[in-house]
């Protein structure tokens, strides 16, 4: 019989996802917790596991469409009634339990669904006839079969990446090996076949000036429409929310840093941490810790429904990080309860996993107070926008050697901005202050730290 399986509750109430990629295709046989396809949602990319054992029939969405939660994504041929109802709930408790929230709303269909038809005109990869001769048999293109090849290991940034220079990333691999494959990679094939960004405006030249000096005038779009989907219309939608919703105030405070810089290049220098890298920005994020004890408004939030201010009793650190799918705002947990070195290898994990694209959903719900390191992109200062239902954030600003007055004479200093923004209704201008030099004052003078709890 056919098994029908919808589109599950991925978690924090996301009402759609977008199919990445399908990993399975009709024919094919899939166990119990196979991962079917990758779907990205508005906080992250998610690898779906089949719920059943069973044959793949049809597929009802391409890669790149977005589908809405409880609607139809895949159907499945199963051995019999009786096995296709118990699959999802036997199968589960005997061999494995199913990793996402739910799975969706119970099968309905009663017979063969009409297979749909693929949609034509999609952008033709980038192939090269020198790869493809040197390459496995099988993954030399057929117009008779379309091979089945094990997927090249890569990240579903480098995929996406691949993807909008329209390359086939079974084509690296011939070339890379039986290795995870890089954005270098593909950036540096895209360089050997000549495509630099420009495949889907039809250019392909290895000389990237040569586009400028023979292309006709008028001969390029005028314009690039890009969807509005996934990370970036949830970071719009949120940001506007926020910025209509509270009441921003944002102080500035430039600060002498040269202590605690001096501080990090002595943990350098230890051979005892030389496996955890402590940076500025980990400074940081023990003062605010540590000062968020002493102006608890900061790490509140606004309870519109029932008329009530929420003070956290923990901290909840939110870092912001900057990839290819996005602006996203990860959380470490309990940050308060971390020391020094733990806070360090924690920020480094968070910037990993959401460089590679694979932050769970969980990692980005809640969070009570934030942190935005604008400093590496070489920024001064900023006004940062408060994420819904936190009172403040953080914007730490690029350490820069400068001159200051320094015990009654001009030196040459390490100096860095910090910009706080605060929602006006839970922090007033004192409390901002007081938090935003508690900060500074740990960030002069490291010490300092052992006068708070």
Same mark, same amino acid.
Do not use: C, D, K, N
């Given at each position: 019989m056919i098994a029908e399986f919808r589109l599950p509750d991925l978690g924090e109430g996301l009402a759609e996802a977008e199919v990445v990629q399908w990993l399975v295709a009709p024919g094919d046989t899939v166990a119990l917790n196979q991962t079917l396809a990758e779907v990205e949602t508005a906080k992250a990319v998610v690898e779906l596991p089949s719920p059943y054992e069973g044959t793949v029939a049809t597929l009802h969405a391409e890669a790149g469409e977005t589908v809405a939660v409880g609607a139809a994504l895949i159907d499945f041929e199963v051995g019999g009634e009786e096995e296709a109802a118990a699959a999802p709930i036997t199968a589960a408790a005997e061999k494995a339990e199913p990793n996402l929230v739910g799975y969706g709303a119970a099968p309905t269909s009663t017979g063969r669904p009409a297979r749909r038809a693929r949609r034509a005109g999609a952008t033709p990869l980038v192939v090269d006839t020198a790869v493809l001769e040197a390459a496995p048999h099988d993954a030399t293109p057929s117009a008779a079969v379309e091979p089945v090849v094990e997927r090249p290991r890569s990240t579903p940034p480098v995929r996406a990446h691949a993807k909008r220079l329209g390359i086939d990333l079974v084509l690296v691999a011939a070339e890379v090996g039986d290795r995870l494959i890089t954005r270098a990679d593909v950036d540096a094939y895209a360089e050997r076949v000549g495509v630099h960004g420009q495949a889907a405006a039809g250019i392909q030249t290895a000389d990237p000036v040569r586009p400028f000096l023979s292309v006709a005038p008028g001969s390029l779009e005028r314009e690039t429409r890009i969807p509005i989907r996934g990370v970036r219309k949830h970071t719009a939608a949120a940001m506007v929310q926020s910025a209509f919703t509270a009441p921003h105030v944002t102080v500035f405070h430039t600060v002498d840093v040269t202590a605690t810089m001096e501080l990090l290049a002595g943990f350098r220098a230890d051979r005892t941490l030389s496996e955890h890298r402590i940076g500025p920005l980990t400074v940081v994020a023990k003062a605010v810790c540590l000062a968020l004890g002493r102006t608890p408004g900061l790490n509140s939030r606004w309870d519109e429904a029932a008329g009530e201010i929420v003070q956290h009793n923990y901290v909840d650190l939110g870092i912001a990080a900057a990839t290819e799918r996005g602006l996203i705002v990860p959380m470490i947990r309990d940050a308060e309860r971390l020391t020094l070195v733990e806070l360090a290898d924690s920020v480094r994990t968070l910037a990993e996993v959401a460089r590679s694209g694979k932050t769970s959903p969980a990692e980005l719900a809640g969070g009570t107070f934030s942190i935005s390191n604008i400093g590496v992109f070489g920024v001064d200062a900023g006004t940062p926008i408060l994420p819904p239902g936190q009172s403040?954030?953080? =914007? /730490?600003? =690029? /350490? &820069? @050697?400068?001159?200051?007055?320094? &015990?009654?004479?001009? =030196?040459? @200093?390490?100096?860095m901005t910090l910009s706080l923004s605060f929602d006006h209704r839970l922090v007033d201008g004192a409390e901002g202050a007081r938090f935003l030099k508690d900060v500074a004052d740990i960030l002069e003078e490291p010490g300092r730290a052992m006068l708070l709890r």
């Open positions: 403040g954030i953080l =914007a /730490v600003g =690029a /350490v &820069r @050697r400068q001159p200051w007055e320094f &015990r009654g004479e001009i =030196a040459l @200093r390490q100096m």
